[in-house]
């Protein structure tokens, strides 16, 4: 049976189910012909090609040189670190043809980049030399900032106003050393006053396959969600005080010994101060029944990656599966002791020229003696999502959701140039458009569950139709037309892609 088919009849299958189941180089300037894979950089010219690039193992080629351009904030050690291949390397066409490709993914899912062209050319009949070509991003960004405080952007448009809407600015800036490194800081007012600041720095260490991720947030707010009823939350609101205060500093190792496998390891510390307004409306609110509480934690993810494009992928596929603990014993009273297991796996497929599929399966399970309200995190919010649910909140801590999609590309990748902007970071797009069919189901099971929550600890499903629109700077705006298992229809706007 052919991928094709396989694909095809688990949509049908599960769209019935829902239905009935009630060397490093420093930048140079080259003469070389510049070109890419999709197509030349200058149309009067075209690359050199590689005969025979394909279907052929006997002929081998030695790569002599390597040209990087454009890279004007890149170190070239950087981009290296991307590429699988060396001076010097001798491969038969097909591989250098696969190697080549994969350089350039690799270097686009950097986030350095919007465009890498590709072009070789042949001095003789077997040494090769290659040039990359790139269009680097803007590297800072000041930013306003409206933030919700609903768990999702359609829980709010539901009944939109700007009370429900804090704001303030953001300041990210990338690549500044041209090593990829990364800060962040973010502050906001109005019923959540924060202070948010990040650290990404370069990769250090041998063959540069190790990071530090540094993190502090302040935040106190007057208004706090302190259960869920008809599935959607109770919020709590004091006017005069602030209902809640938490801070947590916490600091990371990624390492990241090839190309796809990253390992994080995790160490942080969590300090949370609430109203006893909140205890007095749920007592589950905080563990063991305390208003007051601090704890450390820590946690390991490992993550396989071999998407084509991280941002909107359309084939290839993501392994990921991580344990945390809340509440190490390192403290006197640490009133914490709960254990969270997520696993998540991802796979994309190209069916025909215009045909994709995807399918992904999400879990998480979290098991202590202190099991609380405070950071519960089920069904409902932006990135734990079975579509076709977004006006519902599904509280617990334990839940899997499976998706699908089927896609149709209506509108093939261009780019074009928008004249009256100088930058090429900016002026130069690409965007495409895909018809996008899917079916999702999931459940979350909820030890306390109440009556009046009845999508707790029951079977969850829809199917429906949208479009995706993947643009530059990993932009992705879809829109979707959902039917769930209970007759519900609804129109729905997401900025992240389906899966």
């Given at each position: 049976?052919?991928?094709?088919?396989?694909?095809?009849?688990?949509?049908?299958?599960?769209?019935?189910?829902?239905?009935?189941?009630?060397?490093?180089?420093?930048?140079?300037?080259?003469?070389?012909?510049?070109?890419?894979?999709?197509?030349?950089?200058?149309?009067?010219d075209?690359?050199?090609?590689l005969?025979?690039?394909?279907?052929?193992?006997?002929?081998?080629?030695?790569?002599?040189?390597?040209?990087?351009?454009?890279?004007?904030?890149?170190?070239?050690?950087?981009?290296?670190?991307?590429?699988?291949?060396?001076?010097?390397?001798?491969?038969?066409?097909?591989?250098?043809?696969?190697?080549?490709?994969?350089?350039?993914?690799?270097?686009?899912?950097t986030?350095?980049?919007?465009?890498?062209?590709?072009?070789?050319?042949?001095?003789?009949?077997?040494?090769?030399?290659?040039?990359?070509?790139?269009?680097?991003?803007?590297?800072?960004?000041?930013?306003?900032?409206?933030?919700?405080?609903?768990?999702?952007?359609?829980?709010?448009?539901?009944?939109?106003?700007?009370?429900?809407?804090?704001?303030?600015?953001?300041?990210?800036?990338?690549?500044?050393?041209?090593?990829?490194?990364?800060?962040?800081?973010?502050?906001?007012?109005?019923?959540?006053?924060?202070?948010?600041?990040?650290?990404?720095?370069?990769?250090?260490?041998?063959?540069k396959?190790?990071?530090?991720?540094?993190?502090?947030?302040?935040?106190?707010?007057?208004?706090?969600?302190y259960?869920?009823?008809?599935?959607?939350?109770?919020?709590?609101?004091?006017?005069?005080?602030?209902?809640?205060?938490?801070?947590?500093?916490?600091?990371?190792?990624?390492?990241?010994?090839?190309?796809?496998?990253?390992?994080?390891?995790?160490?942080?510390?969590?300090?949370?101060?609430?109203?006893?307004?909140?205890?007095?409306?749920?007592?589950?609110?905080?563990?063991?029944?305390?208003?007051?509480?601090?704890?450390?934690?820590?946690?390991?993810?490992?993550?396989?990656?071999?998407r084509?494009?991280?941002?909107?992928?359309?084939?290839?596929?993501?392994?990921?599966?991580?344990i945390?603990?809340?509440?190490?014993?390192?403290?006197?009273?640490?009133n914490?002791?709960?254990t969270?297991?997520?696993?998540?796996?991802?796979?994309?497929?190209?069916l025909?020229?215009?045909?994709?599929?995807?399918?992904?399966?999400?879990?998480?399970?979290?098991?202590?003696?202190?099991?609380?309200?405070?950071?519960?995190?089920?069904?409902?919010?932006?990135?734990?999502?079975?579509?076709?649910?977004?006006?519902?909140?599904?509280?617990?801590?334990?839940?899997?959701?499976?998706?699908?999609?089927?896609?149709?590309?209506?509108?093939?990748?261009?780019?074009?140039?928008?004249?009256?902007?100088?930058?090429?970071?900016?002026?130069?797009?690409?965007?495409?458009?895909?018809?996008?069919?899917f079916?999702?189901?999931?459940?979350?099971?909820?030890?306390?569950?109440?009556?009046?929550?009845?999508?707790?600890?029951?079977?969850?499903?829809?199917?429906?139709?949208?479009?995706?629109?993947?643009?530059?700077?990993?932009?992705?705006?879809?829109?979707?037309?959902?039917?769930?298992?209970?007759?519900?229809?609804?129109?729905?706007?997401?900025?992240?892609?389906?899966?």
């Amino acid at each position: 049976m052919s991928l094709k088919t396989v694909y095809l009849l688990l949509f049908i299958t599960l769209g019935c189910t829902m239905v009935h189941g009630n060397g490093l180089l420093q930048p140079a300037t080259s003469t070389d012909v510049p070109g890419t894979i999709a197509g030349a950089l200058n149309k009067d010219d075209a690359p050199e090609a590689l005969p025979p690039m394909k279907g052929s193992t006997s002929a081998h080629y030695v790569i002599h040189r390597i040209t990087l351009e454009g890279n004007h904030a890149t170190r070239a050690s950087t981009i290296m670190r991307e590429i699988p291949f060396a001076l010097g390397d001798s491969l038969s066409g097909d591989r250098l043809a696969a190697r080549l490709e994969q350089a350039r993914l690799n270097l686009m899912n950097t986030g350095l980049f919007n465009f890498v062209e590709t072009a070789v050319k042949m001095p003789d009949s077997q040494a090769v030399a290659i040039r990359f070509h790139f269009v680097e991003r803007w590297n800072i960004w000041p930013l306003p900032v409206l933030e919700l405080e609903e768990p999702n952007l359609n829980q709010w448009l539901d009944d939109p106003s700007f009370s429900a809407l804090n704001y303030g600015i953001s300041i990210n800036a990338y690549n500044l050393s041209g090593r990829n490194e990364s800060i962040h800081l973010g502050a906001r007012a109005g019923n959540v006053q924060s202070l948010h600041l990040k650290l990404n720095t370069p990769y250090f260490g041998r063959g540069k396959s190790v990071r530090a991720e540094l993190e502090y947030s302040l935040d106190r707010s007057k208004r706090r969600a302190y259960g869920t009823e008809d599935n959607e939350q109770l919020i709590a609101r004091l006017t005069d005080a602030y209902i809640s205060q938490e801070y947590a500093f916490s600091g990371a190792l990624r390492l990241r010994p090839g190309f796809y496998n990253t390992h994080l390891f995790s160490f942080s510390f969590h300090y949370h101060n609430y109203a006893d307004t909140l205890l007095e409306l749920n007592p589950r609110f905080g563990p063991d029944g305390k208003s007051s509480f601090s704890f450390f934690s820590a946690g390991y993810t490992f993550r396989r990656d071999r998407r084509d494009i991280i941002a909107y992928p359309l084939e290839g596929y993501l392994v990921e599966a991580g344990i945390t603990q809340n509440g190490l014993g390192l403290l006197s009273e640490e009133n914490m002791r709960v254990t969270s297991l997520f696993a998540s796996l991802r796979h994309y497929a190209k069916l025909t020229d215009h045909w994709y599929a995807a399918w992904s399966a999400h879990g998480k399970w979290s098991e202590g003696t202190t099991l609380s309200y405070f950071d519960r995190e089920g069904l409902g919010f932006s990135h734990s999502l079975v579509r076709g649910y977004e006006h519902y909140v599904i509280d617990g801590h334990k839940f899997f959701i499976f998706k699908t999609n089927l896609k149709y590309n209506l509108l093939p990748e261009r780019v074009t140039e928008i004249s009256r902007i100088p930058s090429e970071a900016l002026s130069r797009i690409h965007y495409a458009l895909y018809l996008n069919f899917f079916t999702d189901v999931g459940i979350m099971d909820d030890r306390h569950y109440l009556s009046d929550n009845n999508l707790a600890n029951r079977w969850l499903s829809a199917t429906g139709i949208g479009l995706d629109l993947h643009t530059y700077y990993d932009i992705v705006l879809r829109y979707e037309f959902s039917l769930n298992r209970h007759g519900e229809t609804g129109l729905f706007f997401h900025l992240a892609a389906p899966i």
